[in-house]
């Protein structure tokens, strides 16, 4: 069984454009999670998506949204990029409303704001 | 609010034992996860506890008190590739069952 996919594994872009990330969850999740970490530091929840709807969002800028498909892939936009926004971005997926089954997480995409 | 604390950076040595303390406040509780991270990598599951007590699972332990609202994770017989760090996560029942994350621990080892 495939686990959690995103793309790409590596983004390099310029201050001021917009990046676009992209996550696959497996097969059967319907929860989304994205969560940024600069280099050294922990997990910063940014976004959650829950059959097709945004459930939360955390205390990131209006420039970072998302949105989830209905076959429950996820897209991450972050527009006007600022240096500061150099971090892995990952996703991780969940069963809907799962007690005890673990979110599992992709390999991140590396974004570097040049 | 919802809250999860976990120690920044810890340093043990080699064949030690240590622990790793966690708190949370949430809304509701649905259970607690551990996860390690390797620099750079993405996290992987270690452990889950829902009720009190403690679950061995090899080297690694895990400890939760509900009513304290507290949790450790035990590390034996410590081996340099435990350096990592160490993630903390309550699934939150009354917010949909949204996961929510303390901000890792950073465990080193020296020889």
């Known amino acids: 069984e495939a686990g959690v996919t995103q793309s790409p594994t590596h983004l390099i872009k310029t201050r001021g454009q917009q990046a676009t990330l992209r996550c696959s969850p497996i097969?059967?999740?319907?929860?989304v999670y994205w969560y940024q970490q600069a280099l050294g530091l922990g997990l910063q929840f940014l976004l959650w998506y829950d059959e097709g709807e945004e459930r939360n969002r955390g205390n990131f800028p209006p420039r970072f949204s998302g949105r989830q498909f209905p076959n429950y892939s996820s897209e991450l936009n972050v527009n006007a990029l600022e240096l500061e926004d150099s971090a892995l971005y990952l996703c991780?997926?969940?069963?809907?409303?799962?007690?005890?089954?673990?979110?599992?997480f992709g390999q991140g995409t590396r974004l570097t704001v040049v | 609010g919802q809250n999860i604390d976990q120690p920044t950076e810890m340093t043990a040595t080699e064949g030690a034992i240590v622990q790793i303390n966690c708190t949370y406040q949430t809304s509701g509780f649905n259970g607690l996860f551990w996860y390690q991270q390797h620099a750079g990598e993405a996290p992987t599951f270690l452990s889950y506890?829902?009720l009190d007590g403690l679950e061995e699972k090899g080297r690694f332990s895990s400890f939760l008190s509900r009513s304290k609202g507290y949790s450790y994770l035990l590390l034996k017989e410590l081996q340099m590739k435990d350096s990592a760090s160490y993630l903390c996560a309550v699934r939150d029942g009354e917010s949909n069952y949204q996961l929510i994350w303390g901000a890792g621990t950073k465990l080193i080892i020296k020889p």
């Open positions: 991780a997926s969940t069963p809907q409303g799962a007690g005890n089954t673990e979110a599992f």
């Open positions: 097969s059967g999740h319907t929860s």
């Open positions: 506890n829902v």
